[in-house]
């Protein structure tokens, strides 16, 4: 029942391209409170936003209750009437056995649950693979089984490796491991977020051979039918509903032919 719920949430998501699904407020590490997030979206024309704070067991990180979190987002809700806010929640994988940092039972509670692969992940960015064919492994492992977890909606900010793993280099992201992947993210039916800031963790990398590298992932995606959602990540109303970045990298998958559409 919370599954279908959670995903009626997101798939009943009219334009996407008026969506924002990932922010952070001051109830983990934002600068701004809901409040400000809200308006910023209402004044920029953003339609539907998702506040997606870091829970810690099962409290924010400012301390404060679920409770007190969904409080505080319905007085919003009704402030702004044209704009649909989503009580979400952003949790971390804490190993490749699909471990996540939120239990089910809180992460029921939520109208959208994203997880990313980053920062505590053991066999990926902790104690991270010594070689291609282990990193092939491993990023095969935690996909699957993070694919399996019935809360989860989204992946957030997949495959931000480049500040994380050492040795990381796209060319591990071969073909045949992303199509394996997006076999598991279809099945599950988890979602694959284009987030707007995805370059910051490659600062080697030059724009033109990011985008190349990046796009190339996505356009494998979308030819298996993944699902994709769109986030900001920001941590201040200034980011809210920013997708510059995003719309290159559609028009890059555009260009491939595949004719880009989120669902
Ligand atoms: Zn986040």
């Known amino acids: 029942m919370g599954m279908s719920c959670m995903r009626k949430t997101i798939d009943s998501i009219k334009d996407m391209n008026k969506s924002d699904l990932h922010m952070h407020t001051l109830y983990s590490d934002g600068k701004?409170?809901?409040?400000?997030?809200?308006?910023?979206?209402?004044?920029?024309g953003v339609d539907t936003i998702a506040i997606t704070d870091h829970l810690h067991g099962d409290v924010f990180v400012n301390g404060a209750s679920v409770e007190e979190y969904f409080a505080d987002i319905d007085v919003c809700s009704q402030a702004y009437h044209d704009l649909k806010i989503i009580k979400g929640v952003e949790g971390t994988l804490l190993d490749i056995d699909g471990e996540i940092s939120i239990s089910q039972e809180d992460a029921k509670n939520f109208e959208i649950v994203l997880v990313d692969m980053a920062w505590k992940t053991v066999g990926i960015t902790v104690n991270p693979p010594a070689n291609e064919k282990e990193f092939k492994r491993n990023v095969s492992l935690a996909f699957k089984n993070l694919s399996l977890i019935e809360s989860v909606d989204i992946i957030a900010?997949?495959?931000n490796f480049g500040r994380l793993i050492p040795n990381f280099v796209f060319s591990w992201l071969s073909c045949d491991l992303l199509e394996e992947i997006a076999g598991y993210l279809i099945a599950g039916n988890k979602r694959f977020e284009i987030m707007e800031g995805i370059w910051w963790w490659f600062p080697e990398l030059s724009p033109q051979d990011f985008t190349r590298e990046y796009s190339r992932i996505l356009s494998v995606f979308k030819r298996c039918g993944v699902k994709f959602s769109k986030g900001s990540d920001s941590h201040s109303h200034?980011?809210?509903?920013?997708?510059l970045y995003t719309g290159v990298l559609i028009e890059k998958i555009?260009?491939?032919?595949?004719n880009f559409s989120w669902n």
């Open 157 to 159: 900010h997949p495959f």
């Open 254 to 258: 555009s260009k491939d032919g595949s």
């Open 32 to 44: 701004c409170g809901v409040d400000l997030l809200a308006r910023s979206a209402a004044f920029k």
């Open 238 to 243: 200034q980011g809210v509903g920013n997708a």
